[in-house]
Structure formats: C-alpha cells, structure tokens
C-alpha cells in the first residue's frame, strides 16, 4: 500500500538533523578540548563562563580549544557546501521529470551513512578529522536541503489549488517547529543519560526508519515520468538543466520575471537574516549582562521553535481574509520589530519577551516558496529547490561570523 503523504519522512528526517548538528558539535568540542589538555570533561559540568578572568589559565585554554573548534566546523561545513549545492541541484532538477523519489532516497541514504559514521567514530576513537572526509562523501549524494526541497516540490506536484497548496506547505513548518522544538530541547538529556554512542545511534535508527518508509510506502508524486528523460545522460541533463533555467526566464514575460526576481530575492534576504541571526541570539545570551546557563538557553531555543505554531495559526486564519504578499509583509514587518527589541533586552525576563514579535517569523518563508511556486510551471519547480540552495550558501558563510569572532576576541 503507497502512502500519497511525505510528511512523516520530513519529520524522521528532522529529527535526525536535529539532534545530529548538536551532538556532533559538542562531541567535537569535547574531543578537541580532551586532545588539547589532555583530560576529559565531565558529562554535567558546564565549560562556558560568563564573567571571564582574562588573567586565569583557563581563560587561555578555553580561547585555544574555541579556536580549533571553530576551524575544525569550518573545514568539515566548507567540505560538504561545494558538493551538497552541486548535487542538490542537479538531483532537483532531474526530478522534475523522472520523479521526486530518487532524490528523497538518495539524500536519506546519505543522511544514513553519516550517521552510521558518527556512531562507529565515538565507539572506536576514531581521528575526528575523519569527519571532513565522511562530510565530503556523504554530501555527494545530496543533504537535508535536497531532502527538503524534493518534499516541497512533492507537495506542490499534488495540491493543484492555491491555498491548499500554501496550507500544505504550512503545515510542514508547522512539523517542523514541533520536531525541532522538542529535539533541541532534549538534545542535552541525550548526551548526558546515553553518550554520544546511543545518542547517535537513535539518529541513526531513525533514519533507517525513514528510508523504509520512502523506499516501500511513500508514492511517487509523479505518475508517469516523461518518457523523454528516459534515455538522457547525466551530462545532457545538467546541461539541460541550465538552458531550461535560462529558458525560465526568456520564455516569460517581463512583468512575471521581475516578480520573480523578486520573489527569489527577498526569500533568499530573509532566510539569511533569520538564520544568521541564531548564533548571535546564543552569543548575546552567553555574554553579559544576561549570562545565560545551558538550560535559559534551552528554554529560549524551545520557545523560539513556537513560531512554527504560531505562523501555522496565523497563515490558517489569514488564508481566509487577505493575499499571500499581505501575510508576507506581517511577517517580515513582527521580525523586523522584534530584532530591534533585542538590542534593549538586558535581563532574562525582557529576553523572553521580545521573541513574542517572532510569533509569525515563518510565515513569509511558507508563503513565498507558495507564490515562487505559482510563478513557474510545474515541472520547473527547480528553480524553487534551487533558491533553497543558495540560501544554505549564504547563511553558512554568515553563520561562520559569531565562529570568527571566538576566534579573535581578546
């Protein structure tokens, strides 16, 4: 029996992702900081200080173990950035015509390989610059952006109306706030109640469970792939892929591609703000005046990922009374607003208050992949999965900052 949903495939994958990014971060750190002073740290200590004595010798130890923790992240993400884009545009586009499913596997087969990966690395003590090698590899065949954007395109490929198609798309950011929420907010309990084995090793189980699942019950979106396709080479194709890209824009008329432009642009600004914005939400909460432990931390993640909520709500009720470039302004206007509040958050209390402007921060990312995907047809929906791709270019250079700025704080 095919199962015509590929919600449950984003939420195993999620999950994954979720509890993977930090697990692996904090593995590394504790490896570096085990290799560099030769001595383990234990499971509930909390490394982090606040009002640091720059005289202190621990001051300096923690300002090398920053440094090589920050390169090290830098490497293995520049390591899988060139491959992941390649082949999530690549995958993308081919599955414009030979179906959505192909990459979905590919991207889960990969996805499970790094994470069996990670499970046999902290087992055995394995060299941690392994990790760049595996990251490279594991990229080749496509990452969670290639995941995400065959599921959107997928949707798309069924829902034919237009606001069943937005609701739809609502929904999986409605997922994943859930999934994400509740996955950082236990990330921390993993560790310290299994290690970093089980811990990987639940990741790892999860996604076995979501490739079963989109080998054996999800059904293919597309029916009958284009016969065309059938007999074309990698090669023709990604060639194909740029002319059709090119031929995007010839072929309309001038007024549907500047609103494309746009579209693609303001997407692409906005991701890039609300995602370079999170490592600088941590960095300010850690420094004074707030001085914020892992667990205020926490909480500030959990209540971060309401969002996805509350703009599942607001899309649903305003779906029924306004255009989507009308929900799309509310939403960038609240985000506006609430990262001018922070600036003027200098207790914990105020801290929790200004991220009530961020109730419908998704709402725009929800509502303009809908309106790029009524732009174009329907079997170019690439170029939407392609915009997903830039955007993860641009928050990885932008994430690097805060990480640069460890690096050379005096």
């Not at 520049?78 to 990459?103: A, N």
């Not at 798309?169 to 236990?186: K, R």
Request: charged content about 15%.
């Amino acid at each position: 029996m095919k199962i015509p949903f590929v919600e449950p495939a984003i939420c195993f994958s999620v999950f994954a992702m979720t509890l993977t990014a930090p697990l692996t971060t904090q593995y590394v750190y504790r490896r570096i900081w085990e290799e560099t002073g030769n001595y383990s740290i234990a499971p509930d200590s909390n490394v982090s200080e606040c009002a640091k004595n720059k005289s202190s010798p621990i001051f300096t130890f923690q300002e090398e173990v920053q440094k090589k923790v920050s390169l090290f992240n830098l490497q293995m993400d520049i390591s899988g950035l060139i491959p992941g884009l390649v082949s999530t545009f690549m995958l993308l586009s081919h599955s414009d015509h030979g179906g959505r499913k192909f990459p979905l596997i590919l991207s889960s087969v990969g996805a499970l390989a790094n994470s069996a990966w990670l499970c046999l690395l902290s087992y055995f003590a394995f060299p941690i610059q392994l990790l760049i090698a595996s990251t490279f590899l594991c990229a080749l065949c496509g990452n969670y952006t290639t995941l995400l954007g065959a599921s959107f395109a997928y949707i798309v490929d069924q829902c034919k109306e237009k606001k069943q198609r937005t609701l739809r798309i609502a929904i999986i950011d409605f997922l994943l706030g859930i999934v994400t929420g509740l996955t950082g907010l236990s990330s921390g309990y993993f560790i310290r109640e299994l290690g970093f084995v089980w811990s990987f090793l639940i990741a790892t189980m999860a996604l076995t469970v979501n490739l079963i699942y989109i080998l054996f019950f999800l059904e293919d979106s597309m029916k009958e792939p284009s016969s065309q396709n059938v007999s074309i080479s990698w090669t023709e194709g990604f060639k194909n892929l740029f002319y059709r890209t090119y031929m995007l824009f010839k072929n309309n008329s001038g007024e549907q591609r500047s609103l494309l432009c746009l579209l693609l642009f303001t997407m692409i600004t906005y991701f890039f703000v609300t995602v370079g914005i999170s490592p600088i939400f941590i960095l300010y909460e850690l420094d004074s005046p707030l001085c914020w432990d892992e667990v205020l931390i926490g909480y500030g993640s959990a209540l971060g990922s309401v969002s996805f909520f509350s703009s599942f709500l607001g899309i649903w009720l305003f779906s029924y009374c306004m255009e989507d470039i009308h929900m799309a302004f509310i939403g960038i206007f609240t985000t506006m607003v609430g990262m001018a509040m922070i600036a003027f958050a200098r207790t914990t209390l105020m801290m929790f208050l200004v991220r009530l402007p961020f109730l419908f921060t998704v709402v725009p990312l929800s509502v303009l992949r809908s309106m790029i995907s009524k732009v174009v047809r329907s079997t170019e929906q690439v170029l939407s999965s392609a915009s997903a791709g830039m955007r993860e270019a641009m928050s990885f250079l932008y994430k690097k900052n805060p990480a640069k700025t460890l690096q050379t704080d005096d």
